[in-house]
């Protein structure tokens, strides 16, 4: 074991460097976070597709429970049970356009992860970085539990647990717990616990700050610790579901399902469950007593508890949704919590926005009307009137305005365009409109996969690293 | 599918290209044989070990349900449910000695298999063919149902079921069923069902053959069908038992075994079963309610049932034993089927060696008293007389002698000596001798294996192939 060992300082040591302005040692946010145990005790596993482009690379390195699809390279690196998903990275010869750039892709982009610990984290979309087109990187950096890296190349960084860095390019940040990013670039800061930051230079910017107290209820990280609060309780509950579907090799669905849906086989998918047509339910989601309406998703780390969602909602990576019904196209955003109850249930109307990082968690039954944006700390239906704008009344914004904790500058009508075409976006890409022929998304390319495990040394000096693996198709 | 349908005709093509003189046609004894959906069902695996060379490649091949330890190349091959181990493999540095030469390995070995189809195959030890030091290749070749390709490159054969190739170069044969040949070299020649053959040129030479119409009732080979008879039937009731065991990917032994012994994961091992220090039994082994003495090993495709060995016994590939005591040292070899009863137990003395591919089928109590050789077909006691001989009045034998329809011609003494000399380096292989830090083998070294599974493209045009992978240290 003595080589992983001097993996994990070597690459403490190199975030170290990355970090020394601002100066940040994550030596006690990593070393002993994760029991040596644990890093040896679970299967790696890649996705072989007919529809997706295939080359890993994996090379000194341990990938304890982590995921792989499409195309990715992993070298010096520490992966405990991430998913790293290549299912949308950009292809040769595609154009990519940027600020009135159109920039032809001379290669497939690959994923590159390198001196980097990630831990349950999610890597998905594709690089939005102009100057690292054919490479989404990752470099330098440690992430904690359920941490989001969503099109954002990662240099040199410190990512908080239940983070999500959106189309982002971090150099040399620290990033806070339940922190919410999308800036387009950022180096050398450090962004406090739980703030929601949406920027786009020139023409809007939004955002928010959990109340710390409030927030370390939910989440909190110290030193020499793993995190805590609620979210980490509610995940770790259910931990034991997904040994059961991890122990088997195949897994035969005990669930009919409707035409152009796919329940991954790593899902959980617990009774009374209605899965309808073109739903599409991601490995690491766990649904339960739930109506999936037609074109509805379900991405990785997400929990739909007895909940009823009407039809092409999105859930984002990591939403938990409990004792709710969202009506039509409601859009629940990264590692948004919302959490109602039998006596306390929550209603969303439809076509409305769920910030990322908001926390509905209800001590009364709620509703939030139709077409709305809801963000930040909902506690009552009081609480609705200070966390949520109409999309009409914020798209008709034009400089500042703020509303309780949340503040805004810029062009309202840019904002919300901008969000709803990005949710129209998501769910063609997840096949939501298939027709069986026309339309066709994740929900229908994912229908067969061929999963292969790999395992690390289990004895010696090497004990814990994965030997050298390359596969293309 | 198309590629695979592709392949299948590629590899018949290249085998009778091969077979041209003697005239022959695989085409019918292999189109059709496994069940295209057989081969799209079962992982295949592959253990790295701290003490194993490790060096993969696999290329435009199906590998179906089949393993791999070692150094081993795989292209446009067709291996279903095949053993391909690696671990007696030569190395670097390593003397290799014939007839005088002494040759040094300028390279680790590798097996190199390519245009082939391998059914149920074993493939192990390394190849003694002195041309081809580094390589141990399999080419242009069809191998049926449980055949032993040991330490014998094969190129341009066909192989019929439960035929056994050990320490022989063969070029364009045709290899009858249940054919044993340790010969060193054999060029265009077709052998006939049931031969068994050890011939070392100049100083000695044992033949026998099975009658044919009693050989058919055990196993039997008909263009278009897959093979049939009492060892097909034998092995298919057990098949069930192995579906467990696969299904899952990490398993944990529900026995407490004994200091130096090694159960391998993929062995069904059902109750009431002692195993004692220094036992080595492989993956695909079968043991029930038997009694395996200290450094007793049971071997790929091994059955043993309701029998005591005493220790120190060898167990050599595909061998059965059912309702037999066996002594001290007692050696089974290759795909012999040794069937006792309740009230007809087999009962074989210490030292003595049942030769490769002899067929025990027991009507009465049967004694096959110590120091023996044992071959041939025994059904009672009498038969022992015609299919045995002691050891010593065989190291006497100079010239010719005959007995039953066994006939033996040469040096007696350079044969037992032989055969003792091998059982004793298999003993000291398999590590029975090991008292924990010395004498070392494969029970001691097999014990932490990890396990890694690959499966084929489950979709499209390559659907049943798998992606290019390569692996190393």
Redesign the interface.
Known sequence: MERLHELLERIIQRVNINLREPMFDVGPYVRGLIPWQQLIKF?AFYG????HP?NFHFCRSNLSGSYFLGKCHVSDAILYKSDIRGDELKRKGDIFQFEGFEIPLHDDETIRIKDSYLIKTLVHSNSHDPENLEDFIIQNTVSAHYTNIHGSDVEGCFLGPFSTVDLTTLHDCVIGEYVYLQVRELAHRQIPAGTVWVSNPDRFDFSFRHDPENLKKYIRLERGAPPDGIFMTFVDQRKGEFQRI?????LKSPFAFAQGSSLNRYAVIKPKTQISQNVLVAQRAYIENTWMGSGANAQENCYILHSRLHGNNVTAHGAKIIHAELENKVFVGFNSFLQGAVDAPLHIGEKSIVMPHTIVDLAEPVHIPAEHLVWGFVRTQKDVVENSIALNELAAISGYFERGAMRFQGDGRLFVDGFKSRIEHILEANGAYCDGTTQIGHAQRS?????????????????GLY???????
Do not use: C, R, W
């Not at 495990?453 to 010696?460: E, K, S, T, V």
């Open positions: 299967y072989i597709t007919p529809h295939l991890f122990d088997v090799v195949n229908q067969n996969i061929s999963f292969n495990l790999m395992q690390p040394y289990a004895d010696g000096e090497l004990k030997p050298t693996i390359a596969i293309h198709s």
